[in-house]
């Protein structure tokens, strides 16, 4: 298993540029997140999905889309860069959405993305 | 909201000593789970230790034990035995218990950079 793959690793950007930043996982895991990680400020929730063609929005949500077309992937677009979204992204996976109960999530190597 | 605070951003141990980093949270819920969580210079993350507040016992995992005060929502990280592979950044999170649609989201706190010292 690959487990959760995430790619570009790094991507730099000019303002107002769009770009999609791919995350799929091969572990049949039904909930998919992404996170971005700023200095001070932790990780913070951006969409998340409890299964295919299901997503809601996370705490910092604007200024991004996802859709959850099939259960291995979620892509994350940026429809117009802006220099607050420089921040690492990451993607990660679980195996429960919604049905409790622990299940680990698991974490991609992470995006570094800078908008200039 | 759940929301989680770590108030030391920067540690340092001494190798083969023991260092401890604090971590509270406020919550309103009774049931969640508790982490603490490992970013190498890799960024890579790594679950280190887990806690499911029902569970009066603290969680031990080799070198690493947490103290899990409910009442006082306090959840704090010992590692013994300092090792220079410990250095990282070291993240508290939250996690409900409760069956919702979002009942698998993360909330973290700022992090602590730990810095082992030979």
């Known amino acids: 298993n690959a487990g959760v793959t995430q790619t570009p690793k790094f991507q730099v950007l000019k303002t107002g540029q769009s770009m999609t930043l791919q995350c799929a996982q091969d572990?049949?895991?039904?909930?998919m997140s992404w996170y971005r990680q700023d200095p001070g400020m932790g990780l913070r929730l951006i969409h998340y999905?409890?299964?295919?063609?299901?997503?809601d929005q996370g705490e910092v949500p604007n200024g991004y889309n996802v859709s959850r077309s099939t259960t291995e992937d979620f892509p994350l677009r940026l429809l117009s860069a802006a220099p607050s979204q420089t921040s690492v992204y990451f993607c990660?996976?679980?195996?429960?959405?919604?049905?409790?109960?622990?299940?680990?999530?698991?974490f991609g190597p992470g995006t570094r993305l800078t908008v200039t | 909201a759940q929301t989680v605070t770590q108030s030391q951003p920067e540690m340092s141990v001494q190798e083969a000593e023991t260092v401890t980093l604090s971590c509270t949270y406020d919550t309103s819920e009774s049931d969640y789970y508790l982490f603490w969580y490992k970013q190498p210079p890799s960024r890579q993350m790594i679950l280190v230790i887990r806690?499911?507040?029902?569970?009066?016992q603290n969680a031990t995992e080799n070198r690493f034990s947490v103290n899990f005060q409910k009442a006082a929502k306090s959840f704090s990280l010992k590692i013994s035995d300092s090792q220079l592979g410990d250095a990282a950044m070291y993240f508290c999170a939250y996690r409900s218990a409760v069956q919702t649609r979002d009942g698998n989201k993360l909330v973290f706190g700022a992090g602590t950079i730990l810095r082992v010292k030979s």
């Open positions: 572990m049949n895991h039904e909930y």
């Open positions: 990660a996976s679980s195996g429960a959405g919604t049905s409790g109960g622990h299940y680990e999530q698991y």
């Open positions: 999905s409890v299964g295919a063609g299901i997503t």
């Open positions: 806690q499911e507040a029902y569970k009066q």
